[in-house]
């Protein structure tokens, strides 16, 4: 098992430019979601997703879509980077049984917007 | 709105003593409380949880207590090791969503 898997790692953007964090789940989850980690303000849930073609957002979703058309993958989009969405980002799975324990966590996406 | 609280950004404690880490919510309608432990450069991973319908949860050298009345989770780490240097993160869930404090870094001190 592979687990939670983000790509890319690391990425620099200049203002204005899209792109997709990827996220993907081999542990057959329905729930899946996204953070963001900033300094001092902890994690932050942008979207999650229930299962396949259900999203809701979160605390902060504003500038962030997403789409679950499979269990296993939750793209984040960003559609207009700004400077303001400098952060870490972490895709977390876990089984709907489960969700109000143990989430499991990717290692991070470090995304900076200049 | 900050409905999960850690008040202690940073905590330094000697090896081997008693590690305290506090949290505090406002939401009564969170059922789960959850603790997730994160490393420089890693995903945080999860530790110990508690539902709301218990006062204690016993893990290993982790125990985490709660109290609802006064809406107020602490978790013990007990003897601290130098590998619990970390930060760590309180977290609530219900309604579908789970949400996480600012986190508390723990130094442990040789």
């Known amino acids: 098992n592979a687990g939670v898997t983000q790509t890319p790692k690391f990425q620099v953007l200049k203002t204005g430019q899209s792109m997709t964090l990827q996220c993907a789940q081999d542990?057959?989850?329905?729930?899946m979601s996204w953070y963001r980690q900033d300094p001092g303000m902890g994690l932050r849930l942008i979207h999650y997703?229930?299962?396949?073609?259900?999203?809701d957002q979160g605390e902060v979703p504003n500038g962030y879509n997403v789409s679950r058309s499979t269990t296993e993958d939750f793209p984040l989009r960003l559609l207009s980077a700004a400077p303001s969405q400098t952060s870490v980002y972490f895709c977390?799975?876990?089984?709907?049984?489960?969700?109000?324990?143990?989430?499991?966590f990717g290692p991070g996406t470090r995304l900076t917007v200049l | 709105d900050q409905q999960v609280k850690q008040n202690s950004p940073s905590l330094s404690v000697q090896e081997g003593r008693i590690s305290i880490l506090n949290c505090d919510y406002t939401n009564s309608m969170f059922d789960y409380f959850l603790w997730y432990k994160k490393y420089p450069a890693e995903g945080p991973t999860f530790l110990i949880s508690?539902?709301?319908?218990?006062d204690k949860n016993e893990d290993g050298r982790f125990t985490v207590f709660l109290n609802k009345s006064a809406k107020h989770l602490s978790l013990h780490i007990v003897p601290s090791q130098p590998g619990d240097s970390a930060v760590y993160f309180c977290?609530?869930?219900?309604?579908?969503?789970?949400?996480f404090g600012k986190g508390t870094r723990l130094h442990i001190l040789p």
């Open positions: 997703s229930v299962g396949a073609g259900i999203t």
């Open positions: 508690i539902s709301s319908i218990k």
């Open positions: 977390a799975s876990s089984s709907l049984l489960a969700v109000y324990n143990e989430q499991f």
């Open positions: 977290a609530a869930s219900g309604d579908d969503k789970i949400i």
């Open positions: 542990m057959n989850h329905e729930y």
